[in-house]
């Protein structure tokens, strides 16, 4: 399955949607596009999971070691999420607790303020 990444500029942040499944196949293009956000010293990051189907331990180490890079610079990435099955996978490995989940964006970029 192929994935598809689209950069938007928002109000003082960035919002990455993201399409398709992370996995270990595609999670390095996710990656990419997030360290070239913090290679531009873009620190607030909204990442859109709306039309995200399937996330596995590789993707989820993809956004846990890009928001401590953002950390490190006073930043944060928030996730936009409301699909029950990619919310489980958050819950069940804890992560909710370090990601800031959101319903929509205008939420995730008022969070980011």
Not at 22 to 29: E, R
Request: glycine share 6%; with cysteine.
């Amino acid at each position: 399955m192929d994935i598809k990444v689209d950069v938007k500029d928002a109000e003082g942040c960035k919002i990455l949607n993201v399409c398709g499944d992370v996995d270990v196949y595609t999670s390095p293009k996710v990656k990419e596009h997030i360290n070239s956000l913090i290679e531009k010293e873009v620190y607030k990051i909204v990442v859109n999971l709306e039309d995200v189907r399937y996330v596995d331990s590789t993707g989820l180490g993809v956004l846990i070691g890009t928001l401590k890079k953002v950390k490190e610079h006073n930043g944060n990435i928030v996730l936009v999420c409301t699909n029950p099955q990619i919310k489980k996978i958050f819950q069940i490995t804890g992560l909710v607790k370090i990601f800031n989940m959101f319903v929509n964006n205008e939420e995730a970029i008022e969070a980011l303020k």
